[in-house]
């Protein structure tokens, strides 16, 4: 059963603590995203990685940051240097367009919600 | 910097009544647009795109968008909504420049009522 997961679905942090979100994909996608949504402001790139072992900064990568070891996996940590990170975060993958020189939509896993106690 | 407008944040309905939701983009550039919809506490579901070919696309449950490149929009409609289509609706695009990542509008809350 192909798709995205991530996890843990809901997280609590303390103020000034690192915490790190999982996502993993086994739809063989070259391309991963991660994105922050909060309410009437839709969805807000935070990094993205079009394959292993390179990714660039979003819109709003101040933060965070990522990791791409492997094909399937591109974790986002929340360091103790963003401000506001009370959040619901969603993880994405597509066809990297680049390689296959087509495009494509991006999937999404079911998010996680990060609250800051 | 490109951008993605959905002018209205929320667009209460009755049930069986038409809906139309706005998508505005700022640029005419060649462009690939999406519509996703959220359901509360769960990811986005692709409901449709436009990638080529013609400026009307459909989806499996009734909604279709139409590309309309002089007016750089891409509305959402459906003739006669359900209950079930309570949800939020994203608009997306993804320029065929630069970045290669999508840019999302803030979202539309369609509420259904009885």
């Known amino acids: 059963d192909g798709g995205i997961t991530q996890s843990p679905k809901y997280l609590f942090r303390k103020e000034g603590q690192n915490v790190t979100l999982s996502c993993e994909q086994n739809l063989n996608h070259d391309a991963m995203y991660w994105y922050r949504q909060d309410p009437g402001q839709g969805l807000r790139l935070i990094y993205y990685s079009q394959i292993v072992n390179d990714f660039q900064k979003g819109d709003i990568a101040e933060g965070y940051s990522v990791s791409r070891e492997k094909k399937e996996s591109f974790p986002l940590t929340v360091t103790s240097a963003q401000k506001n990170p009370t959040a619901f975060y969603l993880c994405?993958?597509?066809?990297?367009?680049?390689?296959?020189?087509?495009?494509?939509?991006?999937?999404f896993g079911p998010g996680t919600r990060l609250t800051v106690l | 910097a490109q951008s993605v407008t959905q002018l209205d944040s929320q667009v209460p309905v009755f049930e069986e009544a038409p809906v139309e939701l706005r998508c505005n983009y700022s640029s005419s550039v060649s462009v690939y647009l999406f519509w996703y919809v959220q359901y509360p506490n769960q990811g986005l579901q692709l409901l449709l795109k436009y990638l080529s070919g013609s400026t009307l696309v459909e989806s499996i449950n009734g909604f279709e968008a139409e590309f309309n490149k002089s007016q750089t929009s891409f509305h959402l409609r459906k003739p006669s909504v359900h209950i079930s289509d309570t949800a939020e609706y994203f608009c997306a695009v993804r320029w065929n420049t630069g970045r290669r990542a999508l840019t999302f509008g803030s979202g539309t809350r369609l509420q259904v009522q009885p």
């Open positions: 994405a993958s597509s066809i990297n367009p680049a390689a296959s020189g087509r495009i494509n939509e991006q999937f």
